[in-house]
Structure formats: C-alpha cells, structure tokens
C-alpha cells in the first residue's frame, strides 16, 4: 500500500516517479510521464495496442506492473525518431500506407521495431506472426507485413 | 481494479522462498501474464505480492545427454521458444511454444507461472505431460518432485500449498525412436485451444510400441491422460485403424466443456480427430527418429 | 471515358496525417487531459427489462472524490435519436426515467477526481428495479403475447419498410423455376480499436466544448445541443483524430451525453471512456436479420421475380436500424434487374443491444442470401453462375424502377475479370473451393431524416500569399483517409501539390457542417464540394492571370504543378505563388477564397451513384473438424475513378479482414439478453496470420456525378465476402450454409446431414 520510487529509463532518458506498485506500466507511460502515443483498447491483454519495448524486446504494457521495469530501458513509439529523423519502419508505413486509423500504430509499430531487430531474412509467415498479438481493425494487416518486409529486406537505411 | 497490496522483491531464491514462508496472504508474480488479468478483474486480491520476475537464479536452460533438459521455473517461453538445443532435442516445445499467445506475452510469461496458474487449456502441460516431464517444486522447507500429469489437480489448482514455488522443469532424455507431436484446435492460431491433443509414440526396435502417452488439452478439469487409449496402443504394432480407434476412445473419456465456442459433441468429436492425427503424427516421427 | 492520368490523382500519395499518426503525435479523444478534469463512470442496467422504481445515489454522493451522480432525473426525460425528423424515432431517453429496456443501458453516471473513486462509486448507487418479462428474439416479439417494449408500439414493430416494382405475382407466373429459403445473419460487433469516448466541457459563459470519437462532429454538436438545450453555435466538438467507427459513432452516446450532462452541473470537464466490456455490451451493433428470399427464374437464367421477407432484431431501440430495413432490402435487389420486385422488412424491437448501422448498412445480410441462393438456383438448374449474372447484371443506363438511376456501372467488367481469375485457378484439390459474389454499393444517401438545414457537405478553400491552401471541410477523417483524399482532390483542382495543403476537418467551430462519415458519402459529396470551392478559387485567381497576361481570348488558363499557364502553350505561363502574389494584391490584400457545396437533388430514392463488384474467396475446409481456411481473396472492383491510391488498397483489405470475420469468426451470441462474449478473448477478430492475400482489380469507368468521376469505396467492398464464403464452401463440399457466422460446428453438421440425406437416396 506504501508508495515507492521506481527509477527507470524511457526513450533514453532516465525517470523517477513515485507511484504504487500496483501501477501498470502502461499508466505509468501514459499517466505519469504524459506519453500518449502508447494506447490502451482493451482490457484482457489481447489487443496489443499497449505494446512497448523492454530492453528491445516487445511486451504488452498493460500486464507488467511497472515496478518490474526498475533499472530497465523502456522504448515507446515516441523513442523511435531520432532528432526528427523517422526510423525506417516509420518510413515504411509512410510508404505503404500501413495505418488508417492510426490507434493500432503505436503498438503495431513497437512489435514490429523489436521484431526487425532480430530477425534475420524473415518469411512472410514470421512477420505475419509477429504481428499477431496486435489488433488492427482497419487495415486488414496486408500494408503492415508489406512495410515490415521492405524493411527487413533492407530497402529503409538509418537515415 | 487491483487492489492495494504490499510488493515484496526477493534479491534471491532463498530470500524468496523466506518471504513467501511469513506471509500467509501472499501471492507470486513474475511473468503476471496469468496473474495480473484476474487481478485486474478483482478474483485475486492478496495483502502481499512476491516478486520473482529478477530472481536469477531460477532462469536457466540446461540439456545433457544423459538427464535431459531443465529448465528454470522463471525461464520466458521466448527464451524456450529461441533456444536452439530445445529445437534440437525437443521440436515439438519449440512448434508449442511458437503457437503460445503472443510474442510480447511470450517475452514477459514464465514455464513457471504458466503451470502454476494450471489452466486446462494452457499448451505446456499436455505437452510437457506427453515428454514425460517432472515438476519440481518447494518452500523454505525443502523440494518435492512429482511427475507432472500429478501436479495438476483440479481447475487452475495444483499439489502447491502455500508457500511453494515452482522451481523446475525437467523433461527426460529422448529415447531412440521417440516422436511428439501437439495440436490444439481454434479459430485463430494462437489462441487458447478450444480442445487440443498432445501425443508421444516410443517405439521398440522391432517397431512395435513401447511407449505412449495421450494427453488431452482443455477436456476435463486438468491435463488429460487417456490411459485407456494408451493401454489398447501399448506393445502393438500401430496404423491408422488402432489410431482411430484410439481417437474414439478419447471422444469418450474425456470431460470437456460447453461453452459459447463449441458444444460438447464437437469437443468430443474433435477431440478425437486430433488424438488420431497426433498419434500418427508422433508414430510418424519416432519412425524417421536417429 | 477512362482512367484518366491525373498529377496527384491517383498516385501514391503518403496520408497526409502519416507523421502525426507514426509518430504517436496524434491525439486521440481516449489521450486528451484537461486541467482539473473529472473522470466518468457509467452505472449500467443488469436487467434485460425492468422498471425503474427508485435510485438511491446518496452514498455514493458521499464517497470522498465523487463530485455528482446523475440519473433520469437530471436529464428530465429527454429523448433523442439520430432520425431527428421522426419524434416517434427518436425513443432514447437521455439516462432512463421509467425504465430500462436492455443489459447494459445507461442508468446514472458519476464523475470523481480519479477513475478509480468513480468506479468504487458505481458500487454505492442503489437501483430498486421491478423486473418486467423480456423477449430476445423478433420472431418472439412479434407475437400477440410478446411483453410490450415501447408503450403504443403495437407487436413491438419498430418500423417497417416495403419496396416494390412490377408486377411481382405476374412476373412468378413467368418463372420456369421458383426457389425459397430462409436465412439466419447475426450481428457482428464495430470493434473500433479506440472505445466510445468523450471529454465535455461546459464553461461559465454558457458554451460547451466536447472533444468526442465520432464520425460526424455536425451530428454529435446537433444532438447535443438538442438533448441539453444549447444552441448548435454554443456547443463546439473537436475530433481531431478519431481510432475507427465503421458506423457504430455518429449517433449521441452515453460516453457524449453523460459527459456533458455532468459537466454542465459542475462547470468543470468530464472525460468518460468506454471500456472494451461497455464497448461490447452497449454500443449499438450490426443488425441480425432473419430473411424469407423467393426467387422466381426461367430456365434459360433469365431472372423473374423476387420476394423477401426480412425481421430484423432491433434490439431496444431504434438508432439507425430504420435505414438499415431500407438498405437491406434495396441492396438485396443489386446488382440485377428484376421484372418484379418485392421487399417486406419488419425491424423489431427487443430487449437486446440496439442494432444500428455497420459497414455494408444491412448489405452483406442481403447478399449473404441472394448471391448464395443465386448459386444454388445455377446448380439445381445447371445454369453458370457468371453467366447468369452477366444476363441479368446492371449496366448504364438502367433505372432501378423507383428507386435508382445508374448511371457509370463496370459490373460485367467486374464478373468477367473474376470469371478469368477463377478459371485460371484450375482445378482445387479436393475440400477446396471459389466462391464469388457480386454487389454494388451507395455512394451516400439522398435522406435528410436528420433535419439538417445545411448542404450535405461544404468546403471552403483560403489561399496564402506563399500558396499554401487551407482547406476547411466538415468530412470526419475516422481512418479511411478523407482528409488526404480532400487534399488531393484540391491539388489536382488548383494545380498545386499536397504538401501545400492544410486540411481542417474535425472542429465545428472552424468547418463548415458536413453529414460526416456514413453511407459512403465523403469521396463523391465531400469531394464534389472540394473541388467546387477550388474551381471558385482557382477561378479568381485565373481571371486575374487573364488580365495579368493579356494573352489572346481565344487562349484558356490553368494551373498544374505550381505553374500557371496556357493550356495550349504551356512554357508560357508564370509561377503560381507569384500569381497568387499579385492576385491577393489586387485584391486589396484579401486572400482568395472559394466556397463549394453539394447537396443531392433529384437522384432516386437511395444515391446518387453506386460502386460495382464481384469478388471470389478460395477456402479450404478440414472435413473431419470443420476448420475454415481463408487462402484468398480477390476483388473485381469499379470505383469510377480512384483517388486516394493507397487509401483504396487499405479500404479494400481492412473491408476484406472485416468481412471475413462477419463471415466465419465473430458472433455476439446472448443468453436471456446478456452477451456472453463481451471482451476480445471470447470476441474473435481475425489476426495477421489469418487474414489471406486481398487482390483487387480496378474496373475502369467514369461516374458524372462524383468528381473527376469517383464513387465510394470501401463500404460496398464488404458486402460479398460472407456469401463468396457461403459459396466457396457450397463448392467445395456440396452444403449449404443459411447461417451466419459459419462456423467448423455448423459446417460439420451440415456435412452430416448431406450424408445422411444421400443415405437415404
């Protein structure tokens, strides 16, 4: 019931907050420190839109109690531009038109960065797998694979 | 909405296992994959919440020829799912695995918490059963390790009591000529099984069958062992007619139930489908097997 | 006239709200925070139907953090609904004085300083309800015996619509073949990835601001202004980005009107967000329907007579359902002409979740029947599918007798491209099979039954002196990408780039009043009003290059890609930005301005035009345990002319992924009015790994009335894939599915009774 500290780093930058250890991850993100970009759509953990990444590995936000991220590197899709320079999955969205709604994004964008970092020459399949804790109600999913897969084949450099 | 409690972080196992001791209205997180949704919902409210997820001591994978694989209770299924000796030794964890939820639940859950939380749908257990796994499990008094299709006892209830912790998986070394093969039958890939069937076909040098194990998933209060399929199979020489028939018996012995998904009858007719099909899939496997 | 080649028209264009949306800049209505905002929590009703004795809200007045709880009582009784012309419609009361008619009905709602206070005070509000008898089913509550619903509501009928041309009863005297069936289409849940969603705010000088998630803020502005009796021009609503609608969010809610009722009391602002459970349980749905369909053909395929009965479950009340009687039953005659033609649709009330209208507005009901019984008809009379459907398809020039007139019309195209594709699949191993289905679709509604006084749509275009362009319009950008279809109809117009255009949508204070996103009415109303208000401007600025230029008055002006010039001498001409620059001089420093509207007068009873399409899905059943399997989707489509190139990619695979899941994965199954699957475990959406390949052909056609000859796309484009499923299954294993969601039980029993029946041969 007692309050404490969490000392975490979140898109490179380090934050304190002081919250109950009941507070999850995603409320910390969104509540605490104002990032909005992170969304929430569901309550059972299965729409995917609450995706961060934790020390580059995807997680849904919604179902970490933040406390658990003491010491940890948190990226949201706020992290993912460097000095206005979009990241090469955000270029490839551009491109691809792999968003409608936008809502999705967020979190499609989280699975798909932590996905593109370690995978190597990936099949179709595996990028439609890598997709498949995220919801996406508008775009049928089709221009997402296609964005992930122009940029694991290497057509996007770090600008 | 979770309730108020008090958050305990053990530095290690045996402080883990202390803390857990003096507190009797306490439960255990790592993943909270399982945990934190019925949490969320009010089900579960403790004073004290333990948590293991940084309790390095029990995140291991370790394979020998002779023992066989073990893996630490707060290993993530991503880490099983990655692992190249496990996709060596044991495909059929890795084919599980990959089907598990999500990624990103894959990257938090633990093998601990998931057969800790013992749902009858879960995917491990009827695969873990059907490998013939053991669970070894203890508090600050001690260990206990029992074979794993004992574990579960009822609906989300195992042998634990108060105060244990999950500690370890092991699976045995795979004989010669042994095959596993895990399907579960759902709308969407990855979601839980609707119904599913675990099989493992041990087979003698003549190849006849010297082993079988026939799991089901999600057909009764806890990871099914159709023993009295297994016990027709056993010693035979197996095809697709002992196969079937093995499918109808597991129609009939098992308890599954209705819900919005699917009938009774449908689990039952499936259920049979996927035993006869994973049967001959593990038959096949253990006959290709070095 | 072809696909004309156009500079921003049809080529890859990035949405213009791309950054904002990758970038997690835009903020949604679920991400908007105000100083001192209060959070709000909505008490639902447990009974199916019940009647409302008293509220005790005392104890939970008494929480510490809670500011107020309201019930019917501070709403006054009010009633509203979204078909404001018909009081008799408009049957929702703002928070229920008397009684509760469905689960889930919004009883009182509070508002506290954390989300976590209202919510522990939901517990306290003390509910004395006398629960009344309840009827699920429309079958049900058309009886005698029925519980009446709605006081004077005789049978509990809603509303009831009848279409009908030629000489029905004649034209089945005619028929060499006559078959009927009956068909069961279940709801199907909009599933918007952002919940229903409001933040009012309601100041001391009397004005209300209310950030909501709606398709049409005009709408939302209208019905709140009505329900707490403000004037139109003292509420303003903001929707700057908007996660989804697909029908379900043009109507007032109770996130909308619990949030502004409550902050009217307070002066203070109130956010209230549904959760996925709310959202489930009580956001209207997807109409089920119950259709009777009668056919009557020759023998040689040519179509005779049609009659259909349909009973739809309304639920409790009665949202858009009347439009979707009428849609339903006019779209279940497309695309074919009929010599005679009869429709009876009966909505009717029950004590379940309201139905409204969805993506296909009743449409993939209606083909879910005819295109299925179409191919039945071919098989029991050895008749080709396509071939039929080409005889008896639409074509220019054909007028829906009453109803329609149509004019651009690419279906043969559509049913031969697929014809092609089809048979280049050869033939499927066994379980396997194609099933097509063709439709068209409305390209907005001619019906004002929201009273509006304003032209369906208006824009307004300002030019900069540097020659950037704001674009005020009242279409709602809810994903399908209007705002950046508006801006590339306006670079095209005034010849300029997309860049150079800043759109303002979603903001009744700043844009004029559009109907908003509904009936696929943005593209060709919208649109036409975009490019009507960029004539005007790129007009003014053209007569000042005629006097600028003095050129010969044989000469014409335009404008493409920055650069004013002779049409037939283009080297001569100058940059616009100095046109503009000299043209805002002369006019005193006033910048140009244009105005465009467009309202449809005289265009039949339904649109002013309509999408054509035969699509063709390829399944694959597992025999022994009934599991689909999509393995593609491929769309002959006629849009007239595209304008949004990767927009119309993304509506014709996110109207696929949608599609399908009406078809065989989602259901809102009830037990005694209560759904049992209310949250996205037990809901089932298809996911990235199920969702197939979605090919689409574009049918090349010129439709007058849109502009630069667009139609909709993206609504019609999830009309057929229930019944292409129902078709390729029908194929591949010889059943015949009259129920929808087709599941692997419902497959299996129907492989059993086909074996059975055979048994008995």
């Known amino acids: 019931m007692e309050k404490q500290v969490l000392r975490f780093k979140v898109n490179g930058d380090e934050y304190e907050v002081f919250i109950h250890p009941k507070t999850l991850l995603v409320e910390v993100i969104r509540d605490h420190l104002g990032l909005t970009g992170t969304k929430r759509g569901c309550e059972t953990v299965s729409c995917g839109a609450c995706t961060v990444n934790i020390n580059g590995a995807s997680v849904k936000s919604c179902s970490v109690l933040a406390v658990q991220c003491e010491g940890l590197e948190v990226t949201t899709v706020e992290g993912l531009e460097k000095d206005g320079k979009l990241s090469p999955i955000q270029r490839s969205f551009l491109d691809h038109g792999s968003f409608q709604c936008g809502f999705c994004t967020p979190g499609m964008l989280m699975s798909a960065t932590a996905f593109i970092s370690e995978a190597k020459n990936p099949t179709k399949d595996q990028i439609k797998e890598s997709i498949e804790g995220n919801i996406c109600r508008c775009t049928g999913y089709n221009s997402i694979v296609r964005a992930i897969e122009a940029v694991t084949a290497g057509k996007y450099k770090e600008e | 909405m979770i309730n108020d409690f008090h958050y305990l972080k053990p530095a290690s196992l045996k402080e883990a296992l202390a803390m857990y001791a003096e507190h009797d209205d306490c439960k255990v997180i790592c993943g909270g994959q399982s945990l934190l949704i019925v949490m969320r919902q009010g089900m579960v409210a403790p004073e004290y919440l333990l948590d293991i997820k940084h309790v390095k001591e029990l995140s291991y994978i370790k394979f020998d020829e002779k023992d066989g694989l073990r893996i630490g209770a707060t290993t993530t299924h991503r880490e099983i799912e990655k692992s190249d000796i496990i996709a060596k030794k044991y495909p059929v964890l890795v084919a599980m695995e990959e089907k598990l939820a999500s990624i990103q639940t894959r990257n938090w859950g633990t093998i601990g918490g998931n057969l800790a939380h013992a749902d009858p749908a879960g995917d491990p257990g009827p695969v873990l059963i059907a490998l013939n796994a053991e669970i070894k499990f203890g508090n600050s008094g001690g260990e206990k390790l029992v074979p794993l299709d004992e574990f579960f006892v009822d609906y989300f209830e195992t042998q634990m009591e108060q105060g244990d912790l999950v500690l370890e998986v092991h699976v045995p070394a795979p004989e010669p000529k042994f095959g596993c093969a895990y399907q579960k039958f759902n709308l969407l890939d990855s979601d839980m099984g609707i119904v599913a069937a675990a099989a493992s076909v041990t087979l003698n040098a003549d190849g006849t069958c010297k082993d079988i194990r026939i799991v089901l998933g999600n057909a009764g209060p806890i990871p099914l062992r159709v023993t009295k399929a297994e016990d027709l199979l056993k010693g035979k020489k197996l095809d697709d007619a002992l196969f079937a028939e093995a499918g109808t018996i597991a129609s009939e012995e098992c308890m599954p139930v209705a819900d919005i998904h699917a009938s009774e009858e449908h689990r039952r007719h499936v259920l049979g489908v996927l035993t006869k099909r994973m049967l001959k899939k593990a038959f096949e496997q253990a006959q290709t097997a070095a | ?761």
């Open chain 3, 1 to 761: 006239m072809s696909h004309a080649k156009y500079n921003v028209i049809n080529t890859h264009v990035h949405n213009i709200d791309g950054v904002a949306k990758v970038t997690g800049r835009a903020t949604y209505t679920f991400d908007v925070k105000l100083p001192g905002m209060l959070y709000g929590k909505i008490l639902r009703s447990p009974h199916a139907h019940a009647k409302i004795k008293n509220i005790d809200t005392s104890a939970a007045m008494a929480l510490p953090g809670v500011k107020i709880v309201v019930t019917g009582k501070d709403t006054l009784g009010v009633k509203q609904g979204i078909w404001r012309r018909y009081e008799e419609l408009c049957d929702e009361q703002v928070l229920p004085l008397e009684k509760v008619r469905y689960i889930g009905e919004p009883v009182a709602a509070v508002a506290a300083i954390t989300e976590e206070i209202a919510e522990a005070a939901l517990d306290l509000i003390e509910v004395d309800y006398e629960v009344l008898p309840a009827v699920y089913e429309p079958l049900e509550a058309i009886k005698k015996e029925a519980p009446t619903i709605h006081e004077g509501v005789e049978r509990n009928v809603n509303v009831t619509r009848h279409i009908e041309w030629g000489d029905v009863d004649e034209a089945f005297e005619e028929a060499d073949y006559i078959r009927e069936d009956w068909f069961k289409c279940s709801g199907q849940a909009h599933m918007c990835m952002e919940t229903r969603a409001a933040v009012s705010s309601f100041t001391p000088d009397g004005k209300l601001t209310c950030w909501a998630s709606t398709q049409s803020a005009y709408y939302t502005q209208g019905l709140l202004a009505g329900v707490l009796g403000l004037r139109e021009g003292d509420v303003r609503v903001l929707a700057p980005y908007v996660g989804g609608g697909f029908g379900g969010k043009f109507e007032l809610d109770a996130a909308m009107f619990t949030s502004a009722v409550m902050s009217m009391k307070l002066f203070k602002p109130v956010k209230v967000c549904f959760t996925r459970e709310e959202d489930f349980i009580a956001s209207k749905r997807r109409t089920p329907m119950f259709y009777y369909v009668r056919t009557g053909i020759k023998k040689d395929g040519t179509f005779c007579a049609r009659e259909s009965r349909m009973f739809s479950n309304g639920g409790a009340y009665t949202g858009m359902g009347a439009t979707a009687l009428y849609l339903s039953g006019f779209f279940h005659s497309f695309p074919y002409k009929w010599r005679g033609y009869r429709y009876d649709g009966y909505r009717v009330y029950t004590n379940t979740l309201p139905s409204t209208s969805m993506r296909g507005f009743g449409a993939p009901q209606a083909m879910f029947c005819s295109e299925q019984q179409i191919d039945w008809i071919c098989a029991d009379l050895g008749l080709d599918p396509f071939e039929v459907r080409r005889k008896n398809g639409h074509t220019e020039g054909y007028e829906v007798p009453g109803q329609a007139f149509i004019q651009s019309c690419g279906l043969e195209q559509c049913i031969n491209e697929i014809e092609k594709w089809v048979k280049s699949k050869g033939k499927l191993p066994a379980n396997r099979g194609i099933g097509i289905s063709s439709c068209g679709f409305m390209s907005g509604g001619i019906f004002n039954w929201f009273d509006s006084p304003y032209s369906f749509s208006s824009a307004v275009v300002t030019i900069n002196v540097d020659g950037t362009v704001e674009l005020h319009v009242g279409c709602q950008d809810i994903g399908q990408g209007s705002n950046t279809t508006m801006a590339i109809i306006a670079a095209e117009t005034l010849g300029v780039k997309v860049e150079d255009i800043r759109v303002h949508s979603g903001d009744t204070a700043h844009c004029p009043a559009d109907l908003g996103a509904w009936g696929s009415r943005q593209t060709l109303m919208a649109g036409n009003a975009v490019k009507m208000a960029c004539e005007d401007a790129k007009k003014q600025l053209l007569e000042f290059a005629y006097a600028e230029m003095g050129i010969n008055i044989v000469y014409d002006l335009d404008i493409k890609d920055r650069w004013a010039h002779i049409v037939a001498r283009p080297e001569r001409g100058l940059p616009y930005v100095d046109l503009v620059k000299k043209a805002l001089r002369a006019k005193d420093g006033q910048r140009i301005m244009g105005r465009g509207y467009y309202t449809p007068h005289r265009k039949g009873m339904i649109s002013p035009a309509y999408s054509y399409m035969m699509q063709a899905v390829d399944a694959e059943i597992d025999p022994e345990t009934g599991k689909i399997k999509i393995h593609e989707v491929m769309t002959a489509h006629d849009c007239g002319q595209p304008i949004n190139q990767l927009g119309l990619i993304g509506q014709l695979e996110g109207a696929a992924s949608m599609a399908l899941g009406y078809a065989y994965l989602e259901d809102m199954p009830m037990e005694d009015g209560k759904l049992m699957n209310p949250n996205l475990v037990d809901y089932k959406v298809i996911k990235a790994p199920e969702m197939p390949e979605a090919g689409i052909i574009e049918i090349d056609t010129f439709e007058p009335e849109g502009p630069y000859g667009a139609k909709e796309a993206g609504e019609g484009l999830t009309n057929p894939t229930a019944a292409a499923l129902g078709n390729a299954i029908y194929n591949a294993m010889g059943i015949q599915m009259k129920e929808l969601p087709i599941t692997p039980e419902r497959v299996l029993k129907a492989l059993r009774e086909k074996k059975e029946q055979e048994a008995q041969k």
